[in-house]
């Protein structure tokens, strides 16, 4: 891990239903392999693998504190192209810092991660409930498959998908709104309607109120590492994805 600072914290979002975005860290460790936003090597000017690298942001709870001086709202996306609660968040809880300075703000606040580490923070999102409503705070987990296994080949940074819906269960149980998002929907895992539904059942017995699915989208850097990835350990899914891939089109209109 590197540390780095920043000018800014809040940044507006392009994303649909957010106003805003903070992302305490640039890059993540979660080295998930079909990540989309790999781009941002080039933005970061880092020549390093996607997942290999992560700085984290070390002003950015105290730059937020300032930005949030003169009064602000509508609804912050918690992060866009990190994970607010990858490893580097265990020691420099960044995350933490900034969900500290948005209570009581007046905004409200949506985490979006695949980490379980998310439920060492249900004091503070707690909190928001309690003074701007229940709708101000929402946590949203990420999940592509039910298998450990299978996610540790594709996700081998991230926690696996049991601790995350173990952890779905203690914040559904604090009382936070919660979501699973099916993301991305990959070929050969998650493709069909049996596949979706076993996903959807498992995240509300853990209590998710909403379940949404997002097909991959074939760039192709993501697709041949997740085919690299795949082959070794389970080469029907990479051919799978290999197929899929020479008709993106058609695989997307199976979601609709």
Not at 72 to 77: L, P
Request: proline share 6%; net charge neutral; glycine share 6%.
């Amino acid at each position: 891990m590197e540390e780095r600072t920043c000018s800014s914290a809040l940044n507006r979002s392009g994303i649909p239903g957010m106003d805003w975005c903070v992302n305490p860290y640039v890059g993540c460790m979660h080295s998930c392999v079909y990540c989309y936003a790999s781009f941002m090597e080039k933005f970061a000017g880092r020549r390093e693998q996607w997942g290999s690298w992560v700085e984290a942001r070390t002003n950015i709870a105290d730059v937020l504190a300032h930005e949030l001086r003169r009064p602000r709202s509508g609804k912050v996306m918690l992060s866009s192209v990190t994970d607010a609660y990858q490893p580097a968040e265990n020691t420099t809880k960044l995350t933490r810092a900034c969900l500290c300075r948005l209570a009581g703000s007046g905004m409200s606040v949506s985490i979006l991660t695949k980490s379980d580490l998310v439920v060492r923070d249900i004091d503070i999102l707690t909190s928001f409930g309690g003074l701007l409503g229940d709708t101000s705070v929402k946590v949203g987990i990420s999940i592509t498959t039910l298998s450990d296994e299978l996610a540790a080949v594709i996700e081998p940074g991230a926690p696996s998908p049991s601790r995350r819906l173990a952890a779905l269960r203690e914040l559904s149980k604090a009382g936070i709104p919660t979501w699973v998002f099916i993301a991305p929907a990959l070929p050969g895992i998650a493709d069909n309607r049996d596949a979706i539904a076993a996903i959807e059942h498992e995240a509300r017995r853990a209590g998710a109120s909403e379940v949404e699915v997002d097909p991959l989208n074939f760039y192709p850097v993501p697709v041949r590492r997740l085919v690299d990835a795949l082959t070794p350990t389970a080469p029907a899914i990479a051919d799978a994805v290999k197929s899929a891939s020479r008709n993106p089109r058609k695989w997307a209109e199976r979601f609709h």
